[in-house]
């Protein structure tokens, strides 16, 4: 399979930018139901808590790189671990194919209640998952390449939708940040978090990327939490409380902009989504068929991209025709211990092993 080999490298840039793509897809999820909270003012502090979060999260992984650079998460178990480490590939195929569930699922939910009708939304759903298998198998060199375009394309449409709606914005929308104190804002930032698995596909790739990766890194982060914060001021400047009554909010806003002969640019919106979609589940696909790969061998790992396909697909649909699951998907005490778990605490105690190691080492 293409791009599994140590010779092959990817730049930060290219990384960072598919790590952007994922993030931002997360902004199409964000409604008031989800988010916990009405006032759509405590989702900018939210944001801004995600932004600091991710700083810290990150800490253990760059301490356990910079001691085995050329090791990813997976090889520092074994490493580290003997064969208790195979449950690494295992947790983590398992944890990549769980975040493609909740994505897939909301992308349903929306061709469902957007989306041409007589169109059946696992119709479409099972067109981004054959594409998305075709970049998982074409490699993460194919996806990093395929994702530099379609950054350019979404800074684009945020940019037009931007200068588009700003002049749109009335103060008087605005509502009182922490109006009923903090709470809202930390349960925004939690589910934030637990929708992305950024820092976890940095475990996987790191060894593998050249170049300035924590400068990269410290960029993606502040230009993430630039962009929400934007974004969500023009969603409350323009609709303010009629966002509270919409499914997907930032839809609704951006079928509200014109900009010269554009009308309406819920149709660039939508490309965005559909490309941002294809990219964050095709990697996806590609790191489950790495770690299957790594304890069952390459022809499993082909095979393993066409079966987290297809539960994917199977699990979502399901979530279509069930309220209990899409308040188990979308909400966030699913998902984010189930992150914070594959993000800081095995990186973590990984690094913790490490130590003590080390100082058995230096007893002997």
């Known amino acids: 399979m293409a791009g599994h080999g140590k010779e092959h490298f990817i730049s930060a840039y290219q990384l960072f930018s598919v790590l952007f793509i994922g993030r931002i897809v997360i902004l199409v999820t964000i409604n008031s139901g989800l988010a916990g909270n009405e006032n759509f003012s405590d989702l ?12 810290v999260m990150v800490i253990p992984l760059w301490l ?9 998460i997976l090889d520092q178990g074994y490493y580290l671990l003997g064969r208790a480490g195979i449950i690494l590939p295992v947790f983590y195929a398992i944890y990549f194919v769980s975040v493609n569930w909740y994505y897939l699922s909301v992308f349903q939910l929306f061709s469902a209640n957007v989306m041409d009708p007589r ?4 119709v479409i759903a099972a067109a981004v998952l054959v594409v998305a ?11 990093v390449r395929t994702a530099g375009i379609i950054l350019v394309l979404i800074c684009a449409g945020t940019i037009f939708m931007i200068c ?11 509502e009182p940040m922490f109006y009923e104190g903090a709470g809202g804002s930390l349960y925004g930032a939690i589910l934030f978090l637990c929708r992305s698995s950024s820092i976890s596909v940095m475990a996987l790739l790191l060894p593998i990327v050249k170049g300035k990766r924590k400068l990269g890194f410290s960029i993606w982060n502040l230009g993430v ?8 001021l023009i969603m409350i400047g323009v609709a ?10 930032l839809y609704t806003v951006t079928a509200m902009a014109e900009l010269g002969p554009f009308q309406r640019l819920d149709a660039v919106f939508l490309g965005v989504w559909l490309t941002g979609l294809f990219i964050k589940i095709a990697m996806d696909l590609y790191l ?77």
């Open 44 to 55: 900018i502090a939210a944001s801004l808590w995600m932004f600091l979060a991710t700083f």
């Open 64 to 72: 356990l790189t910079r001691k085995r650079p050329a090791l990813n």
């Open 119 to 122: 169109t059946p939304a696992w």
């Open 133 to 143: 298998c075709y970049g998982a198998y074409k490699g993460v060199e194919a996806i």
């Open 164 to 174: 588009s709606l700003f002049f749109k914005m009335d103060a008087g929308n605005f």
């Open 225 to 232: 939490w630039l962009v929400m914060t934007v974004v969500f």
């Open 240 to 249: 303010g409380d009629f966002l509270k009554m919409q499914i997907f909010p």
């Open 288 to 364: 489950v068929s790495l770690c299957v790969t790594r304890f069952l061998g390459e022809k499993a790992g082909r095979i393993s991209i066409l079966a987290g396909a297809a539960i994917t697909g199977i699990v979502a649909q399901l979530a279509m025709g069930s309220r209990e699951l899409q308040a188990l998907f979308f909400g966030p005490w699913l998902f984010f211990p189930i992150t914070l778990t594959a993000a800081f605490l095995i990186p973590l105690f990984l690094l913790l092993m490490d130590k003590i190691q080390s100082k058995r080492r230096a007893g002997k």
